[in-house]
């Protein structure tokens, strides 16, 4: 009889092998139970409806149930913890962030208990929005170029609103880069700063393209984040044609878990990206004045890393 003696080497090799067994096991039954997707703000804003649509159509590529489930609260980092820490990395729950979001935290959340551009990897950049950056009708400039002129010529005397840190960071970097000396306003709730803007209580701020769309003639659009001019806003100018192309847009990626093995993150990427290609994914999208944009889990990060650096590069110069 042959005795096999299991050395500390021979059982590492052993216990490596057998992992690697159960990782390929569990890749090849992907989804054997329903999958949820954790949207980390309330029912019925673009972040929630965005998963909503597209969890119809990668449940029926996946073959199982997908449903929704709503985290919101602190700035949204209770529902984007709540994946990154507190669920198993098997692709079983997602996350459907909104990049700008998940940018900021570094700079302006203290003692968070993950780390936003390395526990949560993006699959796919999903959707994109414009921000634009304008002002009441009733101001005396009708362009952007116009509104420099103006507040150049009235250092100090112009002031600009936001009701988060975000938008006031996105003003910050636009008066910034522009050379302009104005003054920050803060809001504490969105209604009462989009009120503000269309009755000219201030005189410019960054908006959801989508917040502008009830107000009508009576807001100017200056300009717009976007690689390119597009409809409704062929006659407003582009921040890379300003020379600002660092100005981010707003938009939404499908996130997981990281750790999640790779033959997961394929079969999740490989559904996102089919329910991106639906026509009725692309119109609903528009109708949040979104396009899709449906890049690789490469190209996301890339993006999550770009907009966390520029976030970050305000924040210190405005001493947030």
């Given amino acids: 009889m042959v005795r096999i003696v299991r050395t500390p080497v021979v059982r590492l090799l052993v216990a490596v092998a057998a992992f690697i067994v159960a990782v390929a096991a569990m890749a090849q039954e992907y989804p054997n139970r329903p999958i949820r997707i954790v949207v980390p703000s309330t029912p019925g804003v673009p972040q929630d409806v965005i998963a909503r649509v597209a969890a119809q159509e990668m449940s029926k590529m996946l073959g199982q149930p997908i449903f929704i489930e709503n985290k919101p609260g602190a700035d949204q980092v209770i529902g984007l913890e709540f994946v990154a820490k507190q669920q198993p990395a098997d692709g079983y729950t997602l996350v459907l962030v909104a990049v700008g979001s998940l940018a900021t935290l570094p700079v302006l959340v203290k003692d968070l208990r993950f780390d936003p551009l390395k526990d949560l990897p993006p699959i796919s950049t999903m959707v994109e929005g414009r921000y634009v950056f304008g002002s009441s009708a009733s101001k005396p400039w009708k362009t ?65 393209e989508s917040a502008t769309l009830s107000f009508g003639e009576r807001f100017r659009t200056l300009a717009a984040t976007g690689s390119q001019r597009r409809a409704p806003l062929m006659d407003v100018p582009t921040f890379a044609e300003l020379g600002m192309p660092q100005i981010p847009s707003t938009s939404y990626s499908m996130n997981v878990a990281a750790g999640t093995s790779k033959a997961v993150v394929d079969k999740v990427y490989a559904a996102t990206l089919h329910a991106m290609q639906q026509q009725t994914f692309k119109d609903q999208m528009a109708k949040l004045y979104m396009v899709v944009i449906a890049d690789t889990p ?9 907009d966390a650096r520029f976030y970050a590069d305000i924040a210190r110069r405005i001493g947030l």
């Fill in 144 to 208: 952007f170029q116009e509104f420099v002129t103006h507040a150049k010529a009235n250092p100090g005397k112009l002031n600009f609103g936001a009701s988060n840190n975000s938008v006031r960071m996105l003003a910050e970097a636009i008066t910034r880069a522009s050379g302009l000396g104005v003054v920050y306003v803060p809001y504490s709730q969105a209604s009462a700063y989009l009120n503000a803007m269309v009755s000219g209580e201030v005189d410019m701020g960054v908006l959801a």
């Fill in 298 to 306: 490469e190209a996301a990060a890339r993006k999550l890393a770009d």
